[in-house]
């Protein structure tokens, strides 16, 4: 047997199988997409900084060569005779000396482009991605499963989202469906009823909810132990689901859809249990009987149909048709004696407002003759071979659907998943736009928008449910036209929450259209879109990373109806759900829990984005402030492409000196605590403007460099002005001079890291004073070793003078206060005079100020219910996630009352013994 993948192999307790490769031409492969190479929007950035400053090493390289060819112009051959220079005879001559100066001065400034920067900040992105992991705040304990970050390079955008994109079903929910309430007769039962739904008789009419024990005492001696019967036998036996058997006598359900297998485990939790399935019949336990109903006919569910109905011939002998579906299409098929047609409808209101997925129930008697005649029908639209034979048997289960009597309906609770309501809310505190693509009906959705906040009562809802492209054009026009004209600002843009379903979206989607549903969505601070396709959920990414540019897109999801969602957004976010992990291996970031999103942006996200900022502006900085010496150093040696620095020390300064206060700022750094993150959610907004890294914050550190360079130059040529005569009347000479500038420009860079520490940790110490301690060891120690070993010859007798000189200790403090005392000064007013928002709260986490402002109160339950029910009055839906697929086929392919061999074959596929 041939098993593709995606298959089920049920009744199997074990098999032997071998992996075929079906090649690229099958319609899994064809409909795949290779996943997406993404770049971060601080990397982009970033690469054109760097294009920026190897546009300015080249002026520098111009300006130096212009230079020497002027100074040799200017003083002539004669002049310079003791560099022994060539000779500027031709143009030949000048063009090969440019040249020579080009390629001179490249070199010498090369550096000032920190090609170590790229390592700095991949070796940073990796311990993020590893403190991401060990996170023990995103860890789930019940399944085992940590956070896992597959893609290191995008952890930064993590703080600067500003749409989430997330699934419902198993995303926002648990995908774990359970039967919780129940209309039948008119009544209600509930598993738990709450203390003021308690029944009760007020005007001679009972009121309330009753509890299951209740059911089963009112299906003994109650006038309404027929219906309640029929009930819970439809339940029974009208589904496709498939009953496995263990060992110890458990029967475990395999339902095609979750709803599926709550209704049946319902109906086992109501005493009428689900035994056995045959290709032509089902076997229930009721009652303490086993009873056997012939399988006559399946009027499948599909989309158009909203309902599926069995027909039996049952125990008693009688055809009955059993139906669930919608209330809609159910309510229309109904005969004149219903009594409890509005008792059952006010049931389902409240059930939809408390966010419950609803299905009604209904059943007939078929006379033998009708059936017989409409069997003929049925089967003639069975035989039929085209394109219509769907539509035929649309058709032929029309006839016998009718006149049904109302039994009753369900209530099917997906719970939320643990707090997604809170994380939801804190979302959207921080500015962060939330769309809810899924794909149910247009009332439930909005219901669980409703209970995980991304709703509130106080909010416009603006619908768009139309059947063609001209009328959801004419409804987003009108819609977009009275935002933007009012003129008393009667509509508040916090209060706007967008639903549109599948269809509309549709046409909403076409290139005419896009941009005028886009407009309208970003408006509005919440977006739901109903009864989307897996394609659909993709366009809608790409629509608004189309036209939002700037904005960053998080895509979240957790089934593979959701990868095309995941890929088309710039971060993807998958949960180890209960639909499998094929979601959570495409994305960049994988979770178990939605509630876990809320650390993961609020938190690492702002961390990560202020420690890389931080790391790639300290490490120009540093580059620029040292290289920078070097040429201002031309204007002073004849441009003749000498060096301060001995060429080891230079080339030590990003390898040794100054690779761990990166990496320090870069792991460590916390700008502010993970607990006053989570607390203040509007600080995210920092990553969300970009704040850390704008190419105005880019400038300033820049012109900062060039000051701190210019000072330590000048202050280094007055410290040792005259080559500094010593003690002994001989001078310093260049390499003193240079060494000496060398550590005051070390300091200064150390000390500017220490300034623009937010925390000190041990890892500090060692990476900022540590590195200079170890730069005042290595001089002394290679300086005077290396020289004996014919290695750095420029430090032959340099260490004596320079250790010993007074100048040289004083000199490094010296410039690093007057280079810094302008930092200090310029941090001192801005924190004084024009405070950031995070400034406070490092003052509130500095002298642990408590925080008195009351939390939001949630509005009353009484109220929030009493509006759900207004509008669920206009519009009502239901919630059936039975695949469009032919379920009797399903329902003919399984025999579950024949035994089976040691190896899990049926008895009829063993050899005669």
């Known amino acids: 047997m041939l098993l593709l993948r995606g298959a089920t192999l049920r009744n199997t307790p074990w098999v032997h199988g071998v992996v075929v490769f079906t090649g690229h031409e099958t319609k899994l492969m064809r409909n795949a997409t290779a996943a997406p190479i993404k770049r971060t929007k601080v990397e982009r950035q970033l690469n054109t900084l760097v294009l920026f400053l190897v546009a300015i090493l080249l002026v520098f390289s111009v300006v130096s060569t212009v230079g020497d060819l002027i100074q040799r112009k200017v003083e002539g051959e004669e002049g310079l005779a003791y560099l022994f220079l060539d000779p500027m005879d031709n143009a030949s001559a000048i063009a090969r000396i440019f040249l020579k100066d080009m390629v001179t001065y490249w070199v010498l400034f090369s550096a000032l482009v920190p090609i170590s920067l790229f390592v700095t900040i991949e070796m940073v992105k990796y311990w993020h991605g590893i403190l991401i992991n060990d996170d023990l705040d995103m860890y789930y304990d019940v399944n085992d499963t940590p956070a896992n970050c597959r893609t290191s390079s995008l952890v930064e955008e993590l703080g600067m989202v500003e749409f989430v994109f997330s699934d419902k079903t198993g995303t926002l929910t648990c995908n774990m469906m359970e039967y919780r309430q129940c209309s039948i007769a008119g009544i209600m039962y509930a598993d738990k009823v709450p203390e003021d739904r308690i029944p009760s008789i007020e005007d001679g009419i009972e009121n309330g909810i009753h509890d299951f024990k209740q059911l089963a005492k009112n299906l003994e001696s109650h006038q309404s132990a027929q219906a309640i019967d029929q009930f819970l036998t439809l339940l029974a036996i009208c589904h496709t689901v498939i009953p496995e058997q263990a060992e110890d006598g458990s029967i475990k359900y395999q339902?095609?859809?979750?709803?599926?297998?709550?209704?049946?485990?319902?109906?086992?939790?109501?005493?009428?249990?689900?035994?056995?399935?045959?290709?032509?019949?089902?076997?229930?336990?009721?009652?303490?009987?086993?009873?056997?109903?012939?399988?006559?006919?399946?009027?499948?569910?599909?989309?158009?149909?909203?309902?599926?109905?069995?027909?039996?011939?049952?125990?008693?002998?009688?055809?009955?048709?059993?139906?669930?579906?919608?209330?809609?299409?159910?309510?229309?098929?109904?005969?004149?004696?219903?009594?409890?047609?509005?008792?059952?409808?006010?049931?389902?209101?409240?059930?939809?407002?408390?966010?419950?997925?609803?299905?009604?129930?209904?059943?007939?008697?078929?006379?033998?003759?009708?059936?017989?005649?409409?069997?003929?029908?049925?089967?003639?639209?069975?035989?039929?071979?085209?394109?219509?034979?769907?539509?035929?048997?649309?058709?032929?289960?029309?006839?016998?659907?009718?006149?049904?009597?109302?039994?009753?309906?369900?209530?099917?609770?997906?719970?939320?998943?643990?707090?997604?309501?809170?994380?939801?809310?804190?979302?959207?505190?921080?500015?962060?736009?939330?769309?809810?693509?899924?794909?149910?009906?247009?009332?439930?959705?909005?219901?669980?928008?409703?209970?995980?906040?991304?709703?509130?009562?106080?909010?416009?809802?603006?619908?768009?449910?139309?059947?063609?492209?001209?009328?959801?054009?004419?409804?987003?026009?009108?819609?977009?036209?009275?935002?933007?004209?009012?003129?008393?600002?009667?509509?508040?843009?916090?209060?706007?929450?967008?639903?549109?379903?599948?269809?509309?979206?549709?046409?909403?989607?076409?290139?005419?259209?896009?941009?005028?549903?886009?407009?309208?969505?970003?408006?509005?601070?919440?977006?739901?879109?109903?009864?989307?396709?897996?394609?659909?959920?993709?366009?809608?990414?790409?629509?608004?990373?189309?036209?939002?540019?700037?904005?960053?897109?998080?895509?979240?999801?957790?089934?593979?109806?959701?990868?095309?969602?995941?890929?088309?957004?710039?971060?993807?976010?998958?949960?180890?759900?209960?639909?499998?992990?094929?979601?959570?291996?495409?994305?960049?970031?994988?979770?178990?829990?939605?509630?876990?999103?809320?650390?993961?942006?609020?938190?690492?996200?702002?961390?990560?984005?202020?420690?890389?900022?931080?790391?790639?502006?300290?490490?120009?900085?540093?580059?620029?402030?040292?290289?920078?010496?070097q040429f201002w150093y031309t204007f002073q040696n004849v441009f003749s492409g000498e060096v301060i620095y001995e060429s080891w020390t230079l080339s030590f300064y990003n390898v040794f000196y100054t690779v761990l206060p990166p990496l320090a700022l870069g792991i460590l750094d916390q700008f502010v605590s993970a607990r006053l993150l989570d607390r203040y959610p509007q600080l995210y907004n920092l990553g969300q403007r970009n704040s850390f890294f704008k190419v105005r914050v880019f400038g300033e550190w820049i012109i900062n460099a060039v000051y701190h360079s210019i000072i330590l130059y000048v202050g280094g040529c007055l410290f040792w002005l005259n080559d500094g005569p010593q003690g002994d009347a001989l001078t310093g000479g260049k390499w003193v001079w240079g060494t000496a500038m060398y550590g005051a420009v070390l300091l200064t860079v150390l000390g500017k890291a220490a300034l623009v520490t937010n925390n000190w940790t041990k890892y500090h110490v060692i990476a900022i004073p540590g590195s200079m301690a170890v730069w005042i060891v290595f001089v002394a120690v290679y300086g005077e070793v290396a020289p004996k070993l014919n290695i750095s010859v420029e430090y032959f007798g340099v260490v004596p003078r320079l250790f010993t000189s007074p100048i040289f200790w004083i000199e490094m403090p010296t410039l690093a206060i007057l280079c810094l005392l302008r930092d200090f000064a310029w941090k001192f007013s801005k924190r004084l005079w024009r405070p950031e928002a995070y400034h406070h709260v490092q003052e509130i986490q500095k002298y642990n100020i408590q925080d008195y402002r009351p939390r939001m109160e949630q509005f009353q339950k009484a109220i929030r219910k009493v509006r759900q029910v207004q509008r669920m009055r206009k519009q009502r839906g239901y919630a059936f996630s039975q695949a469009d697929e032919s379920q009797t086929r399903v329902l003919q392919a399984y025999d579950t009352t024949q035994h089976r061999g040691r190896y899990g074959e049926m008895a009829s596929s063993r050899p005669n013994q």
């Not at 809170?422 to 794909?439: D, F, M, N, S, Y």
């Open 255 to 629: 339902a095609a859809s979750p709803d599926e297998g709550a209704l049946v485990d319902g109906a086992v939790q109501l005493g009428y249990r689900f035994v056995a399935r045959k290709p032509r019949a089902v076997i229930i336990e009721a009652n303490g009987q086993q009873l056997e109903y012939e399988l006559l006919a399946v009027c499948e569910f599909n989309s158009t149909r909203k309902r599926m109905s069995t027909i039996y011939r049952c125990p008693d002998g009688k055809v009955r048709c059993y139906c669930k579906g919608a209330d809609t299409v159910i309510l229309e098929r109904l005969n004149d004696q219903n009594p409890h047609v509005d008792a059952t409808l006010r049931h389902l209101e409240e059930y939809a407002s408390e966010g419950l997925r609803t299905l009604c129930l209904a059943m007939r008697e078929i006379p033998e003759h009708e059936f017989q005649e409409w069997l003929r029908v049925y089967e003639k639209a069975q035989m039929t071979v085209g394109g219509n034979r769907a539509d035929e048997l649309d058709k032929a289960a029309e006839i016998i659907e009718h006149d049904f009597y109302l039994l009753g309906a369900t209530a099917i609770e997906d719970r939320l998943q643990d707090g997604v309501p809170e994380t939801i809310h804190t979302l959207q505190e921080a500015g962060i736009k939330v769309w809810v693509l899924t794909g149910d009906r247009q009332e439930t959705a909005i219901n669980i928008g409703m209970s995980c906040k991304l709703l509130s009562e106080d909010m416009m809802l603006l619908i768009v449910n139309e059947e063609n492209a001209e009328a959801t054009r004419e409804n987003l026009q009108k819609k977009l036209d009275a935002i933007r004209n009012q003129g008393d600002a009667t509509i508040e843009m916090e209060t706007l929450a967008l639903v549109i379903d599948g269809k509309s979206l549709t046409f909403a989607l076409e290139k005419d259209m896009e941009k005028l549903f886009l407009d309208l969505a970003i408006m509005c601070k919440a977006v739901i879109c109903c009864r989307v396709s897996p394609l659909q959920k993709a366009l809608v990414v790409k629509l608004v990373k189309k036209y939002q540019k700037e904005s960053i897109l998080l895509a979240i999801g957790d089934g593979a109806n959701d990868v095309s969602m995941i890929q088309a957004a710039h971060i993807g976010v998958g949960i180890s759900g209960m639909e499998g992990l094929q979601a959570a291996r495409s994305a960049d970031v994988s979770i178990a829990q939605f509630r876990y999103l809320r650390k993961l942006l609020l938190v690492h996200g702002a961390w990560s984005y202020h420690r890389v900022s931080k790391t790639i502006l300290f490490s120009f900085y540093k580059n620029i402030c040292l290289y920078l010496t």
